[in-house]
């Protein structure tokens, strides 16, 4: 490894092995043999021929800020960390697009564009890298109106199992050539190949946002108002649903909110008569489906505090239960289904006696829970697995999914057959067996092979 990026590049230290074998998740951690920065497309090319001839597996790695075991080694071997190829190279402002290499991380990289007054909607909270929002498919607060990452890539570049580097899609927004290799490797956990460059959609900054704050008595109430919103036909750019625990969660660093179930939502509007107008119909809407308070038009600052809070969330769970393991839900149904799978997942609260919080991004019918259980407690721990395994069977008996954004990896693989029958994960096989024969990247995730 040293030999094709450089001494310093390559490490088999401990701590370093270490840091690059675990994510954010609560799966057990495993270390890979060795960690390599490379520093280009070419050097991951070389990288992934000599492991192809060896049979070592690969993992990529981004932020590592994956909730699903998505970037554990399993089976040990090399990890790519993109830290150094982190690039933006090439701003095409008039076609509101972008390309880049996989290891910038998104912040990062809508903290350059903001001089051209665009930016990247996929938001997933945590500053991942945009090689790993691609792997995995993520989304986020904005997905409601801007879609997940997969409706806003292009075209990529892909360094495939025999290290042959492949260019797929163009940058038209229409394309039709063929099948779709781009939409096939987005999502695909870095089981298929690994992403050296991506060409993305940007949107115009908007210029005029209004966020508001609507609490509920229940958060069924709430679920329903969130249907409301969609129904009517309105265009949120976030609909995010907080339960009362939640809230209560939030408070503790960020907001002041009453610790009632909430709607967290904002609108973008090119002009402010429009923006007021949207957000009158919002209220009344709110108002008719019980809301008992409704905060509109919050200035920047406060909205600023309101999103700082949302997207802490996690974090401030996990520093709450230090010493447990946890489980979260990532489930996604069509928006009619949402009220119905949020008074399941209440319900099963009750059923199972469990305190965890539920939240999501309503919006697009995302809804996540977390749940924690003593890290020696392996009776609490089942009871998390069974929450997990119902609220994920309800979900699909409503034609929705075991996971909406956070990808398959370790814990979500037991309910493929379940999600897509014998047949389509035989198809998946497959595809897998035809791009990763050696099975060198990321052996272990999506599917067994
Ligand atoms: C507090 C918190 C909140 C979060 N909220 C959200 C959310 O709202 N929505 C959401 O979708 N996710 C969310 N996530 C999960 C996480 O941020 C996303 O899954 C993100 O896409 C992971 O990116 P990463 O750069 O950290 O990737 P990593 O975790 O490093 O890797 C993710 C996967 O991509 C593969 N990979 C990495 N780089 C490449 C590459 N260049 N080519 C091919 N494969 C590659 C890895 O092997 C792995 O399978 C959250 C995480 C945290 C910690």
């Not at 709450?320 to 489930?331: E, N």
């Not at 119905?340 to 006696?353: M, R, V």
């Amino acid at each position: 490894m040293k030999s094709i990026v450089g001494a310093e590049h390559a490490s088999a230290a401990d701590s370093v092995r270490g840091l690059h074998g675990q994510d954010q998740s609560s799966h057990a951690q495993v270390l890979p043999d060795v960690v390599v920065w490379p520093a280009s497309t070419a050097e991951v090319s070389a990288i992934v021929k000599h492991a192809n001839a060896h049979k070592i597996a690969i993992t990529g790695w981004g932020a590592g800020s994956s909730l699903e075991g998505n970037s554990i080694p399993l089976k040990g071997g090399i990890v790519i960390n993109f830290g150094r190829m982190n690039q933006i190279l090439k701003v095409y402002e008039k076609d509101f697009q972008v390309t880049v290499q996989a290891g910038i991380f998104y912040k990062d990289m809508n903290a350059q564009l903001a001089k051209t007054g665009l930016f990247f909607a996929p938001d997933p909270g945590a500053n991942a890298s945009i090689g790993g929002m691609v792997a995995n498919n993520a989304a986020g607060t904005r997905t409601v109106k801007y879609g997940a990452t997969r409706d806003n890539v292009l075209a990529l570049e892909v360094v495939l199992a025999n290290g042959d580097v492949i260019r797929t899609g163009c940058r038209s927004k229409k394309q039709s050539a063929g099948y779709d290799l781009t939409h096939m490797i987005i999502g695909s956990e870095g089981t298929l190949g690994l992403v050296t460059e991506a060409t993305l959609n940007l949107e115009p900054i908007p210029e005029y946002y209004s966020a508001a704050v609507a609490s509920f008595p229940t958060t069924e109430d709430a679920a329903e108002a969130v249907f409301g919103i969609i129904g009517s036909g309105l265009d949120p750019a976030a609909l995010e649903i907080l339960d009362a625990e939640s809230v209560r969660y939030m408070n503790m660093r960020h907001t002041d909110l009453p610790e009632k179930p909430t709607l967290l939502m904002e609108f973008h509007a090119a002009m402010e008569e429009s923006l007021n107008a949207e957000m009158t119909l919002v209220e009344d809407i709110c108002n008719d489906l019980g809301a008992t308070r409704f905060e509109v038009g919050v200035g920047r600052d406060e909205r600023n505090r309101l999103w700082e809070g949302r997207h802490s969330l996690g974090e401030i769970l996990f520093s709450v239960y230090p010493d447990s393991t946890y489980l979260i839900t990532d489930v996604s149904v069509p928006i009619s289904q949402f009220p119905a799978l949020a008074a399941y997942t209440n319900q099963l609260f009750t059923e199972l006696d469990l305190n965890g919080a539920l939240f999501g991004h309503a919006g697009d019918g995302s809804l996540h829970t977390v749940n924690f259980a003593p890290k020696d407690d392996l009776a609490k721990q089942a009871v998390l697995q069974d929450f997990n395994d119902r609220v994920v069977k309800r979900a699909i008996e409503l034609d929705g999914t075991s996971t909406g954004e956070h990808g398959v990896g370790i814990g979500k693989k037991k309910y493929m057959v379940f999600e897509h029958g014998e047949g389509g994960v035989d198809a998946m096989r497959q595809l897998k067996h035809l791009f990763d024969p050696n099975n060198i990247f990321n052996p272990g995730k999506v599917v067994d092979f």
